[in-house]
């Protein structure tokens, strides 16, 4: 017996119960997943790197914070500080939301900032990691998702234009 029970809000395929087994899981949010998509789930994947991005922004600001501690823009240093954690609860949120699992890695990027001689030099790489965090929310707005992920995600990149335009006074 299979019997069609919805459509997954990833691929759009139709999830059927077949035998009495749902071949697809039921997201918080009361939308369906399938299999496929649950265990191979690129949007999961987008939200991840956005995470391991978002917390190595966090320690590229602490760091800029303790390297250049009278520099002028600490309020600010310490504003998209703020922003990149929030949006490191919002992602956490979101992947669970999603169905998916939450990664515990952290992004290289701080590495990259911490190679760099001058501030103005890792502030224009922020600025570049920042755009790249936009970029990469376009591209995970095409999927389906939750609309509290979706409401989220537009935040953050709204988020993270403001603070490319408040950088960018400095560079």
């Known amino acids: 017996m299979r019997d069609l029970i919805g459509t997954c809000i990833r691929c759009q ?20 997943l399938c299999l496929v998509c649950k265990d191979q789930d690129p949007f ?15 320690a590229v600001l602490d760091d800029l914070l303790k390297t250049y501690p009278s520099s002028g823009l600490e309020d600010s240093f310490v504003q998209v500080k703020e ?34 001689p001058s501030l103005k030099e890792k502030l224009a790489l922020l600025n570049k ?22 409401t989220f995600l537009l935040e953050m990149k709204k988020r993270h234009e403001q603070n490319i335009d408040k950088m960018e006074q400095h560079i």
């Open 13 to 32: 395929k139709d999830i059927y119960c077949t035998d009495g087994f749902f071949n697809g899981i039921t997201l918080e949010s009361g939308n369906n």
């Open 44 to 58: 999961v994947e987008i939200l991840n790197r956005l995470l391991e991005a978002e917390k190595s922004g966090v």
């Open 83 to 116: 922003d990149e954690s929030w949006s490191c609860q919002g992602l956490i949120h979101s992947i669970q939301r999603e169905g998916g699992t939450v990664s515990k890695e952290i992004g290289d990027f701080i590495e990259k900032v911490r190679a760099l």
């Open 129 to 150: 990691g920042q755009a790249w965090v936009a970029r990469k929310i376009d591209e995970a707005i095409s999927y389906g998702m939750d609309t509290r992920t979706r």
